[in-house]
């Protein structure tokens, strides 16, 4: 079943809401200062749980502390897999240099294209799972935050640098 959904998120805000038919499907809620977020779904609610920013894994629990699944980065090629408690696998990957389209497939029948566009994007999938479409997207915003706290790093070496 091909699906094309909408998404979107402010310019400096880490909530996301995907639409489809111009309803809402689902909410994505980042906490401001730690790599967690909750999903709250037709399906029900899941929290997507890491510890910092430097640890290399998310753990996938429903609203019954059930872990629903893991997902592993691999910070040096800006690559995530992500293991089900089903023990179906799926690999995440930017299919571009901008980082403004990206994959999450199991490399046979199961695809998910998220693309964006300054705040909203267009994800096309063949599969009706939403803790799928909320993995891909919260993926993203992990790297997206990664990659902002490394500029501001960067940024105020090169201020501190000039200081002294």
């Known amino acids: 079943m091909e699906q094309t959904l909408i998404w979107r998120k402010g310019l400096f805000d880490s909530n996301y809401q995907v639409y489809a038919g111009g309803l809402l499907k689902f909410s994505l809620s980042f906490s401001s200062w730690k790599n967690s977020a909750i999903a709250t779904t037709k399906e029900g609610i899941f929290l997507l749980k890491s510890n910092s920013l430097s640890n290399s894994e998310t753990i996938i629990l429903n609203n019954k502390s059930e872990i629903l699944g893991r997902v592993v980065y691999d910070l040096l090629s800006f690559k995530a897999t992500i293991i089900l408690s089903t023990g179906e696998q ?3 990957s930017y299919q571009n240099s901008w980082l403004s389209r990206w994959t999450l497939n199991n490399r046979s029948d199961k695809q998910i294209i998220f693309s964006s566009s300054s705040g909203s994007g267009i ?23 990664l990659i902002s706290l490394f500029i501001i790093a960067i940024c105020m070496l090169c201020i501190f640098r000039g200081v002294f």
């Open 123 to 145: 994800i096309n999938s063949n599969i009706n799972e939403d803790l799928l479409l909320i993995i891909g997207l919260y993926v993203r915003e992990y790297y997206s935050r």
């Open 90 to 92: 799926f690999d995440w």
